[in-house]
């Protein structure tokens, strides 16, 4: 399968202060990525959509203005949780997909934020 | 928009014995259908998927049946090991975009 890497894999942050996630496929071109944020024993929350070059399509409920996403090239896309605060500790995933690998999801290993 | 139901939350299981997973969907427009198991702290894994045009799939001890009709997949874990406890979920697709169920913790006893 596709390789998806995300880094950093844990953080911890003071409360105000902003976190970028990034999120590379290594070896195939991502269209689209996608960010998830998932609480303990729970699922996977689809946050947004981001296609490369192109804005995000944000889910309902999901502030833009608080979680920005950059998709700047075909591996690459970032999340920045600006302003952190406590309650936007979270396990963050990202995905990628391809045209050439169809429907198919690649999950990066996620990124444990907690904000103090 | 999408909305997909997985049952049962928690599955506990003999070892040995086979365990089965269920979900169901909403849009008619969904065509793709991937399980995932995950494992605490790790990201998920693609166990197993099925495409609308097809109404089963077997992978060793793992198989998928999808009822387009009733709109419900099924995950079917046979000979069922220790190894196989973990947290999986079920998703429907549209293009690219999943939905994931709740998800189900299923817990092997040796």
């Known amino acids: 399968g596709a390789v998806v890497s995300q880094h950093p894999s844990w953080v911890i942050c003071k409360s105000g202060t902003s976190v970028k996630i990034e999120c590379r496929s290594l070896?195939?071109?991502?269209?689209?990525m996608f960010w998830y944020r998932q609480f303990p024993k729970q699922s996977l929350m689809l946050m947004a959509t981001s296609n490369e070059g192109s804005k995000a399509t944000y889910e309902q409920g999901v502030e833009k203005d608080k979680f920005l996403i950059n998709h700047a090239s075909l591996t690459l896309s970032t999340l920045t949780v600006t302003s952190a605060h406590p309650e936007d500790s979270s396990f963050y995933i990202c995905?990628?997909?391809?045209?050439?690998?169809?429907?198919?999801?690649?999950f990066g290993p996620g990124t444990r934020l907690t904000v103090l | 928009g999408e909305n997909v139901e997985q049952h049962p939350s928690t599955l506990s299981v003999q070892e040995g014995d086979s365990a089965v997973i269920k979900c169901t969907y909403s849009?008619?427009?969904?065509?793709?259908f991937p399980w995932y198991k995950q494992e605490l702290g790790k990201r998920p894994q693609l166990i197993i998927d099925i495409r609308s045009n097809v109404g089963e799939k077997k992978d060793q001890r793992i198989a998928v049946t999808l009822n387009k009709t009733a709109k419900h997949f099924s995950l079917h874990i046979t000979e069922t090991q220790p190894e196989d406890s973990a947290v999986y979920f079920c998703?429907?697709?549209?293009?690219?975009?999943?939905?994931f169920g709740d998800g189900t913790t299923l817990t092997v006893k040796p």
């Open positions: 995905s990628a997909s391809g045209r050439a690998r169809g429907n198919e999801q690649f």
């Open positions: 998703a429907a697709s549209v293009g690219d975009k999943s939905t």
């Open positions: 849009d008619s427009a969904s065509n793709y």
């Open positions: 070896d195939f071109q991502a269209t689209t």
